[in-house]
């Protein structure tokens, strides 16, 4: 049982570095195990930049509760916060027999510093996990809607124009078809938003590295991949990253009942979308049975947080970050999946110790 924190708000750090460094001193604290992956780019202000891992219990455990956050870098203020929070808060303290803990914090540690989605290779890491010797699946909406999408100039006009060609896409496909074109990932365009790549990433190698050393002796899996983004301001959606007769579905319907939203069914915010993390964690752990959620933070309103994401993408491809305009974008950006509020931190963080204790209390009872 977790102790209650009395200021879940100054958990969340205002900068990778800072978060970075808190999540080890949090994790020295509690006892675990340190682990950290140099990532080969610098940050904005020339700093360096690292994966760490924190490992708690059994080395050799065959159950393993597993949570990584900054899939998308700018979503790790969030991520980064809740599993500082769950290290002080004293959650895994008294683990359960043969289980253990690994906290991954900022995956995407390049994301995280440089307030984007993706990664130094303007790849979304949470697309890149397909199988690059075969062909990439094709987004058809996206090749149509490419140059609305990704413009090569930002202006209010040209957002007009653009808003135009996109409800007339939702107007005669619908509007779940017209998100989808946008966000369910694409392979052709590498200066766009939401490409896969076209190789494993530095994150995916890394993911798949660190989690290689306990292959042979998991065998289960409780995985929570944090996000925000989509929702209902401060709601911690839980997506199922499983799709329809998958055991996997059944098994995160009996820990989280209904609140467990699916991809295909169009209970979640979300859209089915194409190579995700866990892919990486059954193809690294083959024996385990995993149990993975997305828990899914909302900030702003949809369309608000699309365009930051747009925009983001073009002031690195085509803008400059040091101009008025680059500075206001990265401020969209940061607020699109960072809300500075004390009462959004207080939900996130309040849900996020409730869903690691269901998690906990289903791996350890299945």
Same mark, same amino acid.
């Given at each position: 049982?977790?102790?209650?924190?009395?200021?879940?708000?100054?958990?969340?750090?205002?900068?990778?570095?800072?978060?970075?460094?808190?999540?080890?001193?949090?994790?020295?604290?509690?006892?675990?195990?340190?682990?950290?992956?140099?990532?080969?780019?610098?940050?904005?202000?020339?700093?360096?930049?690292?994966?760490?891992?924190?490992?708690?219990?059994?080395?050799?455990?065959?159950?393993?509760?597993?949570?990584?956050?900054?899939?998308?870098?700018?979503?790790?203020?969030?991520?980064?916060?809740?599993?500082?929070?769950?290290?002080?808060?004293?959650?895994?303290?008294?683990?359960?027999?043969?289980?253990?803990?690994?906290?991954?914090?900022?995956?995407?540690?390049?994301?995280?510093?440089?307030?984007?989605?993706?990664?130094?290779?303007?790849?979304?890491?949470?697309?890149?996990?397909?199988?690059?010797?075969?062909?990439?699946?094709?987004?058809?909406?996206?090749?149509?809607?490419?140059?609305? &999408? *990704?413009?090569?100039?930002?202006?209010?006009? $040209?957002?007009? !124009?653009? @808003?135009?060609? /996109?409800? =007339?896409? #939702?107007?005669?496909?619908?509007?779940?078809?017209?998100?989808?074109?946008?966000?369910?990932?694409?392979?052709?365009?590498?200066?766009?938003?939401?490409?896969?790549?076209?190789?494993?990433?530095?994150?995916?190698?890394?993911?798949?590295?660190?989690?290689?050393?306990?292959?042979?002796?998991?065998?289960?899996?409780?995985?929570?991949?944090?996000?925000?983004?989509?929702?209902?301001?401060?709601?911690?959606?839980? &997506? *199922?990253?499983?799709?329809?007769?998958?055991? $996997?579905?059944? !098994?995160? @319907?009996?820990? /989280?009942? =209904?609140? #467990?939203?699916?991809?295909?069914?169009?209970?979640?915010?979300?859209?089915?979308?194409?190579?995700?993390?866990?892919?990486?964690?059954?193809?690294?752990?083959?024996?385990?049975?995993?149990?993975?959620?997305?828990?899914?933070?909302?900030?702003?309103?949809?369309?608000?947080?699309?365009?930051?994401?747009?925009?983001?993408?073009?002031?690195?491809?085509?803008?400059?970050?040091?101009?008025?305009?680059?500075?206001? &974008?990265?401020?969209?950006?940061?607020?699109?999946?960072?809300?500075?509020?004390?009462?959004?931190?207080?939900?996130?963080?309040?849900?996020?110790?409730?869903?690691?204790?269901r998690a906990m209390k289903g791996l350890t009872q299945s």
């Amino acid at each position: 049982m977790a102790v209650k924190i009395s200021s879940p708000a100054a958990l969340f750090p205002c900068s990778f570095a800072e978060g970075r460094q808190r999540f080890r001193d949090a994790a020295g604290a509690a006892g675990a195990v340190l682990g950290s992956h140099a990532n080969p780019e610098k940050g904005p202000d020339g700093e360096a930049l690292s994966t760490e891992t924190a490992w708690l219990g059994p080395k050799d455990a065959s159950r393993l509760f597993f949570a990584q956050s900054g899939t998308h870098g700018a979503e790790g203020f969030c991520g980064s916060g809740i599993e500082t929070g769950w290290l002080q808060s004293g959650i895994f303290k008294q683990l359960p027999p043969d289980t253990a803990v690994l906290l991954v914090h900022a995956i995407n540690p390049y994301g995280f510093a440089w307030v984007r989605r993706v990664n130094e290779d303007n790849i979304d890491l949470n697309r890149n996990f397909i199988d690059h010797a075969q062909p990439a699946p094709d987004n058809p909406g996206y090749r149509e809607l490419r140059n609305a &999408i *990704c413009p090569a100039e930002w202006t209010p006009e $040209g957002e007009r !124009r653009n @808003r135009e060609r /996109f409800d =007339a896409y #939702a107007g005669e496909h619908g509007a779940w078809a017209l998100q989808a074109a946008i966000v369910q990932g694409q392979y052709i365009d590498d200066e766009g938003v939401f490409y896969g790549g076209s190789e494993a990433s530095w994150s995916n190698r890394t993911m798949r590295r660190l989690l290689q050393p306990y292959s042979d002796t998991v065998r289960k899996v409780a995985f929570i991949d944090l996000h925000t983004g989509l929702g209902p301001y401060g709601y911690g959606e839980i &997506i *199922c990253n499983h799709l329809g007769a998958d055991p $996997g579905t059944a !098994r995160v @319907r009996d820990w /989280f009942g =209904a609140e #467990a939203t699916l991809t295909d069914d169009g209970t979640s915010t979300s859209t089915l979308v194409t190579g995700d993390t866990q892919i990486g964690l059954t193809e690294t752990i083959p024996q385990a049975e995993v149990t993975g959620v997305t828990l899914e933070y909302g900030t702003l309103p949809l369309e608000d947080m699309l365009l930051a994401v747009r925009a983001d993408n073009w002031v690195h491809i085509h803008g400059d970050l040091e101009s008025k305009k680059g500075r206001e &974008i990265k401020s969209q950006i940061r607020a699109a999946f960072y809300q500075e509020k004390d009462d959004w931190k207080t939900m996130v963080f309040d849900r996020a110790v409730d869903v690691a204790e269901r998690a906990m209390k289903g791996l350890t009872q299945s």
